[in-house]
């Protein structure tokens, strides 16, 4: 149980295009989820936590109008890197929180990551 | 907010040996700690965890310590295994909360010599 996928697991767009990443929980409801950015040999930077039915919470020095994220239901949320440019060229990761049965509350269960590439 | 150090960056040891990663935290207000371990191309997996109200918790060969009035915790690997090379981060949070989120260290990378 407790598995959380990611689509696409790469992607390579033209400077300028928008990008859609999906984060699923296939077989748990999902109240929140959390979008990391991973650089090479570094750690997981938390983007934004994403509640589903609400707003997402960005972490400081994060763009919201450029990280856009949705969650608009208990299975799926998705981010999308709007007018991506180079810089934004990265590994991007998503875990899942529920309450499952012997799971601690706060438990994050990952998904294998979208590698985005920007020319 | 949250800050987590995690030293050292990169650790060796000979297969067999034990392994020891240590992390500190500065908001006493955090309660949980979990350790992911990354294989390289992989996703972050959870390999164990602890709560504030515990000084120290034990799977077969991993443990993990807690010192709250010093802030900082520790991962214990014993007899490792050339299947414990990965990268590994400690983080720390809040254990409930509707918003509550993880931050995490900047990951050591173990390597286990055969």
């Known amino acids: 149980g407790a598995v959380v996928s990611q689509h696409p697991s790469r992607v390579i767009c033209k400077s300028g295009t928008s990008v859609k990443i999906e984060c699923r929980s296939l077989?748990?409801?999902?109240?929140?989820m959390f979008w990391y950015r991973q650089f090479p040999k570094k750690s997981l930077m938390l983007m934004a936590t994403?509640?589903?039915?609400?707003?997402?919470?960005?972490e400081q020095g994060v763009e919201k109008d450029k990280f856009l994220i949705n969650h608009a239901s208990l299975t799926l949320s998705t981010l999308t890197v709007t007018s991506a440019h180079p810089e934004d060229s990265s590994f991007y990761i998503c875990?899942?929180?529920?309450?499952?049965?012997?799971?601690?509350?706060?438990?994050?269960?990952f998904g294998p990551g979208t590698r985005l590439t920007v020319l | 907010g949250e800050n987590v150090e995690q030293h050292p960056s990169t650790l060796s040891v000979q297969e067999g040996d034990s392994a020891v990663i240590k992390c500190t935290y500065s908001d006493s207000a955090s309660n949980y700690f979990p350790w992911y371990k990354q294989e390289l191309g992989k996703r972050p997996q959870l390999i164990i965890d602890i709560r504030s109200n515990v000084g120290e918790k034990k799977d077969q060969r991993i443990a993990v310590t807690l010192n709250k009035t010093a802030k900082h915790f520790s991962l214990h690997i014993t007899e490792t295994q050339p299947e414990d090379s990965a990268v590994y981060f400690c983080?720390?949070?809040?254990?409930?909360?509707?918003?509550?989120?993880?931050?995490f260290g900047k990951g050591i990378t173990l390597s286990v010599r055969p």
């Open positions: 983080a720390a949070g809040q254990y409930t909360g509707a918003n509550s989120k993880l931050t």
């Open positions: 994403s509640n589903e039915g609400s707003k997402a919470t960005y």
């Open positions: 077989d748990f409801q999902a109240t929140t």
């Open positions: 875990s899942a929180r529920a309450g499952l049965a012997g799971a601690t509350p706060n438990e994050q269960f």
